[in-house]
T-cell receptor
Framework: SQELEQSPQSLIVQEGKNLTINCTSS?????LYWYKQKYGEGLIFLMM?????EEKSHEKITAKLDEKKQQSSLHITASQPSHAGIYLCGAVPIQGAQKLVFGQGTRLTINP | NAGVTQTPKFQVLKTGQSMTLQCAQD?????MSWYRQDPGMGLRLIHYSVGAGITDQGEVPNGYNVSRSTTEDFPLRLLSAAPSQTSVYFCASSSAQRGIYEQYFGPGTRLTVT
């Protein structure tokens, strides 16, 4: 079965600093989805990556999928308190599957 | 649009009790899912539905039942609650048009079983 490993599990950074969260799969990813969860709330979709080498950006968040489609990174530039929360990666376990498998999440804290 | 709504927000049950977690969406989405979130384990899929009258099991279906009689509603039933079912439960929906993996999540139901 598809397993997604996120690292680090938790991260504390100073406001204004850059940071990276990684999501690694044991198998080829047929689609990689990044979500953000504010504490005590539901998840919000951030970005989708499907092709090897693909990179997408939204405001100060950039997500990449490696060429082998087994690892994705989420990079935040000049972090702000609004970036705090839990980031989860989700993947399609097999091609055509109608469900997502999620990693365990990375808890991000931004210190002022 | 209200999006995805879940009730109740909090619930405490005793072992052996049954209850239904409600989920509704007003976006006419075909796909709906139930997840549970436990510390250090991310989200795990319980059951999902690709349309009214069609449901399927996810990773952790034991102890839970679902039905989908309408497009809007997707209730999750706990048959006989156990302490291992203490968790935060999220309902999500998505559409084929926008992409079934771009899911809209409800605010969650925090369940404690004593």
């Amino acid at each position: 079965s598809q397993e997604l490993e996120q690292s680090p599990q938790s991260l504390i950074v100073q406001e204004g600093k850059n940071l990276t969260i990684n999501c690694t799969s044991s198998k080829t990813l047929y689609g990689l989805y990044w979500y953000k969860q504010k504490y005590g709330e539901g998840l919000i979709f951030l970005m989708m990556l499907q092709k090897g080498g693909e990179e997408k950006s939204h405001e100060k968040i950039t997500a990449k999928l490696d060429e082998k489609k087994q690892q994705s990174s989420l990079h935040i530039t000049a972090s702000q308190p609004s970036h705090a929360g839990i980031y989860l990666c989700g993947a399609v376990p097999i091609q055509g599957a109608q469900k997502l498998v999620f990693g365990q999440g990375t808890r991000l804290t931004i210190n002022p | 649009n209200a999006g995805v709504t879940q009730t109740p927000k909090f619930q405490v049950l005793k072992t052996g009790q049954s209850m239904t977690l409600q989920c509704a969406q007003d976006m006419n989405h075909e796909y709906m899912s139930w997840y549970r979130q436990d510390p250090g384990m991310g989200l795990r899929l319980i059951h999902y539905s690709v349309g009214a009258g069609i449901t399927d099991q996810g990773e952790v279906p034991n102890g839970y039942n679902v039905s989908r009689s309408t497009t809007e509603d997707f209730p999750l039933r706990l048959l006989s609650a156990a302490p291992s079912q203490t968790s935060v439960y999220f309902c999500a929906s998505s559409s084929a048009q926008r992409g079934i993996y771009e899911q809209y999540f409800g605010p969650g139901t925090r369940l404690t079983v004593t």
